[in-house]
Antibody
Framework: QITLKESGPTLVKPTQTLTLTCTFS??????????VGWVRQPPGKALEWLAL???????RYSPSLKGRLTITKDTSNSQVVLTVSDMDPVDTATYYC???????????????WGQGTLVTVSS | DIQMTQSPSSLSASVGDRVTITCRSS??????LNWFQQIAGKAPKLLIF???TLHTGVPSRFSGSGAETEFTLTINSLQPEDFATYYC?????????FGQGTKVEIK
């Protein structure tokens, strides 16, 4: 059974760096085809894809956040960490981590999600 | 980035109705198209991946079709628990962009 859970601060100040941790179980990020990604959702708005870390340590980021994102893994602790630098009030959102499954000729898809964590950016 | 456009943005329907939501991509995405359901205040749930493959445990009243740049999610015989917002997402190339969502409301 795959589960994921996000943790981190609920409030950050403008210009600070946000660090979020996704702790997962039920799979190993060292296994071929596995991945963990991050998606955010501002209040009342649509989902926004942020980043994806693949089993082979390949990392992909959303260009719209212009280099502010870093995704890393701690395989031994079954965790993936996302940092977002230079936070702004427009970054206020619920941040989700999700397991990315893979199948040949199908590609990747988020099949299991964490419950999400609301992060507010305010001074 | 590949832009995903859903239509309509919202719709009203009754229990038992058949509902169809369309998703168009700005570039070719093959069949690398996923559909998610999000109930207010909850995390999204995967319904369909690879345009037409039902995820484990998803009721058979949900179906997906399409390829290249045009895709459809159909809900046959809408149930009370289906009132939610639905998102498409392409996984053909990163960033794996989402559509803006379609809110299905009770008529």
């Amino acid at each position: 059974q795959i589960t994921l859970k996000e943790s981190g601060p609920t409030l950050v100040k403008p210009t600070q760096t946000l660090t979020l941790t996704c702790t997962f179980s039920g799979f190993s990020l060292s296994t071929y085809g596995m991945g963990v990604g991050w998606v955010r959702q501002p209040p009342g708005k649509a989902l926004e894809w942020l980043a994806l870390l693949y089993w082979d340590d390949d990392r992909r980021y959303s260009p719209s956040l212009k280099g502010r994102l870093t995704i890393t893994k701690d395989t031994s602790n079954s965790q993936v960490v996302l940092t977002v630098s230079d936070m702004d009030p427009v970054d206020t959102a619920t941040y989700y981590c999700a397991h990315s499954a893979h199948a040949d000729y199908v590609g990747y898809y988020f099949d299991y999600w964490g419950q999400g964590t609301l992060v507010t950016v305010s001074s | 980035d590949i832009q995903m456009t859903q239509s309509p943005s919202s719709l009203s329907a009754s229990v038992g109705d058949r509902v169809t939501i369309t998703c168009r991509s700005s570039q070719y995405t093959g069949t690398r198209l996923n559909w998610f359901q999000q109930i207010a205040g909850k995390a999204p749930k995967l319904l369909i991946f690879a345009a037409s493959t039902l995820h484990t445990g998803v009721p058979s009243r949900f179906s997906g079709s399409g390829a290249e740049t045009e895709f459809t999610l159909t809900i046959n015989s809408l149930q009370p628990e289906d009132f939610a917002t639905y998102y498409c997402q392409q996984s053909y190339s990163t960033p794996h962009t989402f559509g803006q969502g379609t809110k299905v409301e009770i008529k």
